[in-house]
């Protein structure tokens, strides 16, 4: 069984742009552990080579994305500056922003809320393009031209739990493709051997030129293996979308 990696979290929502919310923490899949009295679920064993390295500050455009649902939860996630094709955009998993207020979606790039427009969606390879309502002030990642290969060693920076973990405090995991030929639910397009929460999902997969060969969005029922779609869908995500 797989898990979507966005997270339903108490945040305090005035910090992002929108009203104040105090709703308790649920889980981010109707499957997923119960979490009760607002104590998140369990992160994954962080000992051993590829493990999460926690608080590390990467300095890449990867940004906390947080938006409200028509429900009033909070919902947060990934989402990454990314040049090519056509402009410049910012890259999350559709899941993260499928049941969102639109004029809710924002990204924090430092403390800063920057407000996010929707402008492209594909429920296919769960992947969505959002524009910023205005320039943000970091060089954007590019996208590599060739798929990721098995054995090929990467890394994801995201924001799990943000409520614990702080929305400044990205964490970054290290491993390697275990197989770069999977198809999970017609979206995960290979497999990485590293431990993943809630609030990774549009984490960009980067190789060791931090060049984007993927998307995380999904995590392995145990949380010990994440999924990914191949970075090459987001030019078709993009095809004829132009700023």
């Known amino acids: 069984m797989l898990r979507p990696l966005s997270l339903f979290a108490v945040l305090t929502f005035a910090a992002c742009g929108g009203g104040t919310d105090t709703s308790s923490a649920t889980s981010e899949s109707s499957s997923a552990p119960s979490v009760a009295n607002n104590t998140p ?32 939860d909070i919902v947060s996630g990934t989402c990454f500056y990314l040049a090519r094709p056509n402009g410049r955009w910012l890259i999350t998993a559709n899941h993260v922003i499928r049941d969102a207020q639109p004029d809710s979606i924002v990204v924090r790039v430092g403390k800063v809320p920057i407000p996010l ?8 390879t769960d992947l969505a393009a959002l524009t910023p309502s205005r320039p943000i002030a970091y060089t954007p990642l590019t996208l590599r031209e060739t798929s990721p290969r098995s054995g090929e060693p990467v890394s994801f920076t995201g924001f799990p739990i943000p409520d614990v973990m702080g929305v400044n405090m990205p964490t970054t995991v290290q491993g390697a493709v275990a197989d770069a030929s999977t198809t999970v639910g017609g979206m995960a397009d290979f497999k990485i051997d590293v431990p993943t929460t809630g609030g990774d999902s549009g984490a960009p997969v980067l190789d060791t030129q931090n060049a984007v060969v993927g998307v995380v969005v999904y995590s392995a029922d145990d949380r010990q293996a994440a999924y990914a779609v191949d970075g090459l869908n987001i030019i078709k995500l993009l095809q004829g979308v132009r700023q």
Do not use: E
């Open 41 to 72: 679920a369990p992160i994954p064993d962080r000992k051993g080579p590829t493990n999460r390295a926690d608080s590390l500050t990467t300095g890449l455009p990867i940004f906390l994305i947080v938006a409200k649902t028509d429900d009033g």
């Open 117 to 124: 427009q929707i402008a492209a969606q594909d429920r296919a």
